[in-house]
């Protein structure tokens, strides 16, 4: 399973519902504009600080997933790609060392 998949897919869901809200939102101003009982600059300030509002906490929202990600893979024991690189260049200093063994048995 791509962890990496995955993730994306739940952050563009978030996005998604975020962007949802702010056209229903903007349904409703639109209405009460319509309605008279508010005049297009007030619809359009509160669009505007709703708006705001939804991405200030969309990027909130963001990092509290990415930090209950990162949780949740260190809880499953899924190594970061850091300690993966760091084995990965022990695995090539060993490869070397063992050839270097080799190369000295067979003179």
């Given amino acids: 399973m791509d962890s990496n998949n995955w993730l994306q897919q ?3 869901l978030g996005i998604g519902t975020t962007s949802l809200v702010a056209d229903k939102l903007k349904e409703v101003s639109e209405e009460l504009v319509k309605d008279g009982k ?3 600059e007030q619809a359009k300030s509160v669009m505007d600080n709703i708006v705001e509002q939804l991405k200030s906490e969309q990027g909130n929202w963001d990092v509290q997933m990415q ?3 990162r949780n949740m893979m260190q809880d499953l024991g899924v190594a970061r790609q850091s300690e993966v690189d760091e084995l ?4 090539d200093r060993l490869e070397r060392q ?4 080799e190369n000295k048995l067979w003179r």
Avoid at 98 to 101: E, I, N, P, Q
Wanted: no cysteine; aromatic share 0%.
């Fill in 67 to 69: 930090r209950q990600m």
């Fill in 88 to 91: 990965r260049g022990r695995i």
């Fill in 38 to 40: 508010l005049n297009p």
């Fill in 10 to 12: 739940i952050m563009m």
């Fill in 98 to 101: 063992v050839r270097d063994l």
